[in-house]
């Protein structure tokens, strides 16, 4: 596609459930990074793939949280058991490579909100 | 570890004057990228500006350039000629030329209104 999409745009989910995000990254974007960004706050990073594997996650906050990139592309981050302080809102990026010289381009993130 | 530190959480400006977002950081590395992002309502971020830690000049594009301080560890953003569409979040942001490592360090943002 022509930029990062993100889906869902909102969600909206009851404190304990089980959730979803979607990152669809530029195509041929071999670089995914996942942000998460609290009210009032930067973005704060959480994991970057290079291509399939993840090569930092030292970002995810605790085993609750979980992404994968099966095939290289899209990027799934998993979030169990949420809890009220994950709301926020959850960035995901994608560049060329992951060199120091490359450009990430963001999407427009999904709001997740736990009540 | 890096830290990005924007002390600053509102500004304001007139249209069609210039402003100054300040921005520090802390590192020991010698190289490295240093960015200005903004962020609208939409909340995409877009790159605004770029400056790598090693080249001497400082970056301009369009209305937009840095005034990068390496040695006082800073980097600030002036805005010329400022528009109603400035008006958005900015954020600071710190890249590691770590290979390994190509996460970026976003300061708290600075939230900018411009007044007609």
């Known amino acids: 596609g022509a930029g990062v999409s993100q889906t869902p745009s909102n969600k909206v989910t009851e404190k304990g459930k089980y959730v979803e995000l979607r990152c669809d990254p530029i195509s041929g974007h071999t670089a995914l990074y996942w942000y998460r960004q609290s009210l009032g706050q930067g973005p704060e990073f959480l994991i970057y793939f290079q291509g399939t594997g993840a090569a930092d996650d030292s970002g995810l906050p605790n085993d609750r949280f979980f992404a994968v990139r099966p095939e290289g592309s899209v990027s799934t981050l998993k979030i169990q058991r949420t809890e009220r302080g994950d709301s926020a809102v959850y960035l995901c990026?994608?560049?060329?490579?992951?060199?120091?010289?490359?450009?990430?381009?963001f999407g427009q993130g999904t709001r997740l909100t736990v009540v | 570890a890096q830290t990005v530190t924007q002390s600053q959480p509102e500004m304001s400006v007139q249209e069609a004057e210039t402003v100054t977002l300040s921005c520090t950081y802390d590192?020991?590395?010698?190289?490295?990228?240093l960015f200005w992002y903004k962020q609208p309502p939409s909340r995409q971020m877009i790159l605004v500006i770029r400056?790598?830690?090693?080249?001497?000049q400082n970056a301009t594009e369009n209305r937009f350039s840095v005034n990068f301080q390496k040695a006082a560890k800073s980097f600030s953003l002036k805005i010329s000629d400022s528009q109603l569409g400035d008006a958005a979040m900015y954020f600071c942001a710190y890249r590691s030329e770590d290979g390994a490592n190509s996460k970026l360090t976003f300061g708290k943002g600075i939230t900018l209104s411009v007044r007609p």
């Open positions: 400056q790598e830690a090693y080249k001497q």
């Open positions: 990026a994608s560049s060329l490579t992951g060199g120091f010289y490359t450009e990430a381009f």
């Open positions: 590192t020991s590395e010698s190289d490295y990228y």
